[in-house]
């Protein structure tokens, strides 16, 4: 039987109150495919090991199936989980590998009718009288899959199975596992820091930030309506344009948004998204771009809704199939901390009596905030004079296209695929569903 999970305002605690996890709430369908994405030390591994039993939750609930579950012993669980390293036990064949938790389950029972067909399905069946040394990566991870499939398990958790694996194993073996886990119709919760891999395997993925849901949708959804600049910058490759700007709004010319040497005309009329924006006006915001609401192209070829920007060539990636142009428009982009966040550092010793009250609190205050998604006032953001980065825009284009550094280029920005973020870093352009209740 496959199972509904649900999380209800779970936290965790390891040491000094601080939360890496924080009031995370998720319901997880019978069946479905669900994704936990974030960088490094967001809290992921944590969300899966409360889920499986391994880490008691220290606040929240967790149901399976509906019931209060935080206190069952891994075992009652009946969930099975594939680590990124493997972790077979190296003494043991692939067939003793994969029978191994039948025999405990079952001891009476003969596992290989169940060896023999998760090894089919798998197709691994040449493989089972190796050991695993005699084995590559890939090999290894079909087998821990396997034992995690031959239990006919009611959720799989797999915390970064693939991580190990070179670029076209790990591709082959993700088109894998979304096939069987969809035949199988077994709930899977899957932890991963790679977008891509979140894109192409999750019915919904749920984006965290230093413990904090940041997200939680369809991978079609995640990409098209960011619910802040933490999670457009996430999500898609190459990364979306971040520029930093200011909205201009006069009562009697057209609305722009200045981006430092030049802006953006918001054409005419004004759409109701482009329209509430209005309120904005004086104030710093950021936009956000993606390659492809960008083409190089004479000013004069503008279809409607295109407006014109010019860039300056800084830098040409060729890919093959196509170039990634970084231009320097004259605008700064903004800052996302934590998207590449290194694994965090490990804490400075703890002094003799322990946090004083004042630490206690900081910790505490900056866990639940998980600190701003962006940040507008950093000194560190170079200038447009003193940009270290290639350029402030990058676009996408097909390889036919002669570019050459320090090239002028027109380019034409279609506004429809405009986004706009507060000075928070929450989306305000398309507008959010639910707009605030007017009356209130
Ligand atoms: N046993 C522990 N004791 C104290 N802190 C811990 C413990 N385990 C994890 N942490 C901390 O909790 C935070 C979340 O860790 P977790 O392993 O869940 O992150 P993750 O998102 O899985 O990261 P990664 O992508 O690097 O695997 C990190 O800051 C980590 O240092
Ligand atoms: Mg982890």
């Known amino acids: 039987m496959t199972r509904a999970i649900s999380l209800h305002d779970v936290s965790k605690t390891y040491t000094r109150g601080v939360r890496v996890v924080d009031r995370l709430s998720l319901d997880i369908r019978p069946g479905e495919f669900l994704v936990l994405l974030g960088p490094s030390g967001c809290g992921k591994s944590t ?11 220290t606040e929240g609930r967790l149901l399976l199936d509906g019931e209060h579950s935080n206190d069952l012993l891994p075992s009652e669980r009946n969930m099975a989980m594939v680590f990124q390293n493997f972790a077979l036990y190296p003494n043991m064949t692939s067939r003793g590998n994969i029978g ?6 079952h001891p009476g029972e003969d596992p290989r009718p169940r060896v023999d067909a998760t090894a089919r399905m798998l197709g691994i069946e ?3 009288d190796r050991f695993p040394s005699q084995l590559s990566g890939g090999e290894r991870q079909r087998v821990a899959m396997g034992r995690a ?10 915390d970064e199975p693939l991580s190990n694996l070179d670029a076209k194993l790990r591709n082959h073996l993700r088109a894998e596992i979304s096939k069987l886990t969809r035949e199988l119709g077994v709930t899977t919760v899957y932890v991963t820091h790679d977008q891509a891999e979140a894109m192409s395997l999750g019915d919904r993925v749920a984006v965290l930030r230093g413990g904090v ?22 999500i898609g490759t190459p990364r979306i344009n971040l520029l930093r700007g200011l909205v201009r709004a006069p009562l009697d010319g057209a609305m722009t948004i200045s981006l430092g040497k030049q802006f953006l005309r918001l054409p005419e009329p004004l759409s109701l998204d482009h329209q509430l924006l209005r309120v904005q006006q004086g104030r710093e915001v950021i936009v956000g771009l993606r390659s492809e609401a960008i083409r190089i192209a004479k000013h004069s070829s503008a279809r409607p809704g295109e407006v014109a920007l010019t860039g300056l060539v800084e830098h ?19 800052v996302v901390p934590d998207l590449e966040a290194p694994r965090p550092a490990s804490r ?19 866990a639940l905030r998980a600190g701003p998604v962006v940040v507008m006032d950093d000194p560190a953001v170079p200038t447009f ?8 825009l990058v676009v996408r284009t097909t390889p036919d296209i002669e570019l050459r550094h320090g090239m002028q280029v027109p380019l034409l920005v279609d506004i429809a695929h405009l986004f706009v973020f507060d000075q928070h870093g929450e989306r305000i352009c398309p507008a959010p569903a639910r707009l605030p209740d007017l009356e209130n």
């Open 47 to 57: 969300v899966l090991r409360m889920i499986a039993g391994l880490e008691e939750i």
């Open 100 to 105: 191994f938790p039948l025999r405990v389950e």
């Open 126 to 128: 040449d493989l089972l």
């Open 149 to 158: 499939i031959a239990r006919h398990p009611s959720a799989f958790l797999m």
């Open 213 to 234: 849901l940041q997200q939680l949708d369809s991978p079609r959804m995640v990409y098209a309506l960011p619910r802040n600049v933490f999670v457009a910058a996430f």
């Open 316 to 334: 040409v990636e060729f890919q093959g199939h196509e170039i990634l142009v970084h231009f320097n428009t004259g605008s700064q982009p903004a």
């Open 348 to 366: 400075p010793p703890r002094r003799r009596g322990g946090p004083t009250v004042l630490e206690r609190l900081r910790d505490r205050a900056g």
């Open 385 to 392: 004079t003193e940009a270290r980065l290639p350029g402030d």
